[in-house]
């Protein structure tokens, strides 16, 4: 059984910056294809982004491709997730998870374990 915790989040001002950890225990996270998702009050949870086992191949949701990259350190079993311009439609709670296998998906529903969350606010 895995567990996940985020941190690192907090309040900003737009165009700032953070960078999100996830950290893991009671497995090794690099069988795990992991994946960043966020929900802001009202809305459904959404996908963000997601890496393979090996930090070769990230995959991004449009709205934040070219200002959040995920990596990860299978060493230290932490993904990170760094966030750059960060604008208000930001605001959300950051969550991380889990899957086994290669394939990754933007379904929350397709992912196995997943972490408490942690609170990003932007203001303008």
């Known amino acids: 059984q895995v567990q996940l915790v985020e941190s690192g989040g907090g309040l900003v001002q737009a165009g700032g910056s953070l960078r999100l950890s996830c950290a893991a225990s009671?497995?090794?996270?690099?069988?795990?294809?992991m994946g960043w998702f966020r929900q802001a009050p009202g809305k459904e949870r959404e996908f963000v982004a997601a890496i393979n086992w090996s930090g070769e191949r990230t995959y991004y949701a449009d709205s934040v491709k070219g200002r959040f990259t995920i990596s990860r350190d299978n060493a230290k079993n932490t993904v990170y997730l760094q966030i750059n311009s960060l604008k208000p439609e930001d605001t959300a709670v950051y969550y991380c998870?889990?899957?086994?296998?290669?394939?990754?998906?933007?379904?929350?529903?397709?992912?196995?374990?997943w972490g408490q969350g942690t609170q990003v606010t932007v203001s303008s």
């Open positions: 998870a889990a899957r086994g296998g290669s394939v990754y998906y933007i379904q929350p529903y397709k992912y196995d374990y």
């Open positions: 009671g497995g090794t996270l690099s069988s795990y294809t």
